[in-house]
């Protein structure tokens, strides 16, 4: 499985953007993909996840209610659209995949395939 990660930018506190993570090869083995960040000097983080088949989304609570995760299936693609940003939530988001059907979506160790990241800055 390969991961390709686009949509990062710059944008003012408050702003918008979304993310796509685009999956090839092997994806009929994606049980669910998630949604990492890692901030400068900080570990990289779990941010959502969405299981492949199901549709079930579980996000961490500091993006609730700002952060919506979905996928197209037939597109192969999950997004990410996060709204109201903050400066905070300046990072590398990575997206990965978990050919796994068990355990917790929180977990790095969880995930078998990453994409390369795409570079998130929100102004003040």
């Known amino acids: 499985v390969q991961l390709q990660a686009s949509g990062g930018g710059l944008v003012q506190d408050g702003g918008s953007l979304r993310l796509s993570c685009a999956a090839s090869g092997r994806t009929f083995s994606i049980y669910f993909m998630g949604w990492f960040r890692q901030a400068p000097g900080k570990e990289r983080e779990f941010v959502a996840a969405?299981?492949?088949?199901?549709?079930?989304?579980d996000l961490t609570d500091s993006v609730k209610g700002r952060f919506t995760i979905s996928r197209d299936n037939a597109k192969n693609t999950m997004y990410l659209q996060m709204n109201d940003l903050k400066p905070e939530d300046t990072a590398v988001y990575y997206c990965a995949a978990s050919t796994s059907n068990s355990g917790s979506s929180y977990y790095r160790v969880r995930y078998d395939y990453w994409g390369q990241g795409t570079l998130v800055t929100v102004s003040s």
């Open positions: 969405i299981a492949r088949n199901s549709g079930t989304t």
